[in-house]
């Protein structure tokens, strides 16, 4: 492949096209939002919750003995997510138990998954 094969070499505005996606174009902060969403879902220790959390509702003390780490260091993580309404708690008597906030979350985790899995047959 050469080095420019995937860089457009016309001078040609595709008006039409470019109004298109104009009209529905999110504002600014749609996308600083949804970068921020990535963002805080793109940490592998996090990932990994994420998944235990898609599997089962658990306590912090069964996430951290999944992901083999310390309670203290999945609350952490925990409370990042939880602000970013990406899992949420509920309590019953002295045990806070997390799962995902909503079937959103899960459908965007379950996606990237396929989607990682579909790449990897495609490659062999």
């Keep these: 492949m050469s080095k420019n094969e995937f860089v ?4 040609i505005i595709h008006q039409t096209v470019v109004d298109k996606t104009l009209e529905k174009m999110p504002k600014q902060e749609m996308f ?9 879902i793109g940490d592998t220790t996090r990932t990994k919750i994420l998944f235990a959390l898609d599997q089962n ?10 992901v083999g780490m310390s309670k203290s260091s999945i609350s952490h993580q925990l409370a990042m997510l939880r602000k970013s309404g990406i899992v949420k708690y509920r309590k019953e008597g002295k045990e806070v138990y ?22 990897e047959k495609k490659e062999m």
């Design 8 to 11: 457009c070499d016309c001078n």
């Design 32 to 40: 600083n939002k949804l970068a921020e969403f990535f963002k805080i």
């Design 57 to 66: 509702e658990m306590c912090v003390c069964d996430i951290a003995n999944v």
């Design 98 to 119: 997390y799962t995902l906030d909503d079937e959103h979350v899960k459908q965007v985790f379950e996606v990237g998954i396929e989607h990682i899995k579909h790449k």
